[in-house]
């Protein structure tokens, strides 16, 4: 592409014969002519394309809407760019890759509970033989309601409940508040961020615990549909991202 170079002139009022004439000057050369009161607002200007001269005080104004004009289409363009580079570092994180990072989690959960059982098994506080007895029934007797309630009612279970409950709670709740993402999501390098693009905080963490807690009953009651409305939904969101207004994405890379 050619640039095409314009050429600035003004008219010296204080010549009063031969050519008044003064120039070629740069537009940036008359806007320091103009600050230092060489050119005054009644001072004629011509510059290559315009069809005569014209007062400066006529041209400033044009200049002033041309600067502005630019200003104008810089900051929408950064806006376009940095709108541009939110999308693409938010990138959507899908149905597999949360899955996949919901199972470390469960994992590790169910190394702490395993530690709190032992715990509580050399504490005296649980008895683990009725646990061991209830796994070791065939399929048909784990149907029976009250080999289930005899497991619940066993020395220490409510108690391992309990405090199995209290653990799941604090590890989603503070990760998410701290971390805004499960180890499982650190890992896999997602995070959860509010529908707004800003952190959890406090309350979101709480209130999306709770409603996670809530999609964790479709498995039973609706063969976890909560969980595979994420398969179809564009912005990959399960039930408790719908209630809560979260959304669970790529971490930003740092480079």
């Not at 002033?64 to 200003?71: D, L």
């Not at 570092?89 to 169910?110: E, K, P, V």
């Not at 715990?119 to 033989?129: K, N, P």
């Not at 409510?158 to 180890?183: E, G, H, M, R, V």
Request: aromatic letters at 14%; hydrophobic letters at 45%; one cysteine or more.
């Amino acid at each position: 592409t050619f640039r095409v170079i314009m050429n600035w002139y003004y008219i010296d009022e204080s010549i009063t014969s031969d050519d008044r004439r003064q120039g070629p000057f740069s537009k940036e050369d008359i806007l320091e002519l103009a600050e230092r009161k060489i050119i005054t607002e009644e001072t004629l200007i011509w510059h290559t394309g315009l069809a005569d001269w014209k007062l400066w005080k006529e041209l400033k104004v044009e200049i002033e809407k041309e600067q502005a004009n630019v200003i104008i289409q810089q900051t929408l363009e950064a806006l376009i760019q940095e709108k541009k580079l939110q999308v693409k570092q938010n990138q959507f994180a899908g149905f597999w890759i949360r899955a996949f990072a919901y199972s470390i989690d469960i994992c590790i959960l169910t190394i702490i509970a395993c530690i709190t059982m032992i715990l509580l098994h050399y504490s005296g506080l649980l008895d683990t033989a009725a646990i061991s007895a209830f796994f070791s029934l065939s399929p048909e007797e784990l149907q029976d309601n009250d080999k289930l309630l005899e497991l619940f009612q066993a020395r220490g279970m409510q108690l391992f409940l309990w405090l199995t409950s209290i653990t799941q709670f604090l590890y989603f709740f503070l990760c998410n508040w701290k971390f805004d993402a499960t180890p499982g999501k650190l890992l896999l390098k997602i995070k959860i961020i509010r529908a707004d693009g800003t952190r959890l905080g406090l309350t979101g963490s709480l209130l999306r615990f709770f409603c996670a807690s809530l999609s964790s009953f479709s498995f039973v009651y609706l063969y976890g549909l909560a969980y595979i409305v994420a398969l179809v939904d564009p912005e990959k969101r399960t039930f408790h991202d719908w209630v809560a207004k979260t959304r669970v994405v790529y971490k930003n890379s740092e480079k």
